[in-house]
T-cell receptor
Framework: KAGVTQTPRYLIKTRGQQVTLSCSPI?????VSWYQQTPGQGLQFLFE???????NKGNFPGRFSGRQFSNSRSEMNVSTLELGDSALYLC??????????????FGPGTRLTVL | GQQVMQIPQYQHVQEGEDFTTYCNSS?????IQWYKQRPGGHPVFLIQ?????EVKKQKRLTFQFGEAKKNSSLHITATQTTDVGTYFC??????????FGKGTMLLVSP
């Protein structure tokens, strides 16, 4: 079974621009979660989607948004980029049942650099 | 929301020495998960503990969940250079969301 894939792997943008990142979950997984990883703040939860609906959202400004398609693929968008948005953005997929003990499988991440 | 504190932040050991990282919470946790992230890589799931006092072993790795379900530990016996990486504990909240500790970076010298 193929793992979680993320595109692009690396991205360089300038302040004020916007960016869209893509995540394809493991086949059969219906939940996709997004995390931001920085040296200072560690791994922080952004949001989670299941069956095209956002079920949970972390404490990030509205510039961060996402969506999920009917095939479970997900995209996240960051508008009006700031220097502090430079980070590794990870998505994780899981079966997504109502219990909270599903194993999450992480993709390789997208390394975003904002200049 | 739930927070998990992880110590130490960093540990450098000689190959063959043991290593332990600890995860603590002020509130009772429903579960604890452990992940390993190699340098330049992504977090990889190691194990999940859900029962009070639970102990699980994976070869040289021993995972424990405290009796009060407020702390957990990961112990590696006789470290090898392949153990290098950052070890994270995490607890799951609503649905498929994880709250991570800051991680313990392990460096192993041959």
């Amino acid at each position: 079974k193929a793992g979680v894939t993320q595109t692009p792997r690396y991205l360089i943008k300038t302040r004020g621009q916007q960016v869209t990142l893509s995540c394809s979950p493991i086949s059969g997984h219906r939940s996709v979660s997004w995390y931001q990883q920085t040296p200072g703040q560690g791994l922080q939860f952004l949001f989670e989607y299941f069956s095209e609906t956002q079920r949970n959202k972390g404490n990030f400004p509205g510039r961060f948004s996402g969506r999920q398609f009917s095939n479970s693929r997900s995209e996240m968008n960051v508008s009006t980029l700031e220097l502090g948005d430079s980070a590794l953005y990870l998505c994780a997929s899981s079966l997504g049942g109502t219990h909270n003990t599903d194993t999450q499988y992480f993709g390789p991440g997208t390394r975003l650099t904002v200049l | 929301g739930q927070q998990v504190m992880q110590i130490p932040q960093y540990q450098h050991v000689q190959e063959g020495e043991d290593f332990t990282t600890y995860c603590n919470s002020s509130t009772t946790l429903s579960n604890i998960q452990w992940y390993k992230q190699r340098p330049g890589g992504h977090p990889v799931f190691l194990i999940q503990l859900v029962k009070s006092g639970e102990v699980k072993k994976q070869k040289r790795l021993t995972f424990q969940f405290g009796e009060a379900k407020k702390n957990s530990s990961l112990h590696i016996t006789a470290t090898q250079t392949t153990d290098v990486g950052t070890y994270f504990c995490a607890t799951s909240g609503g649905y498929s969301t994880l709250t991570f500790g800051k991680g313990t970076m392990l460096l192993v010298s041959p």
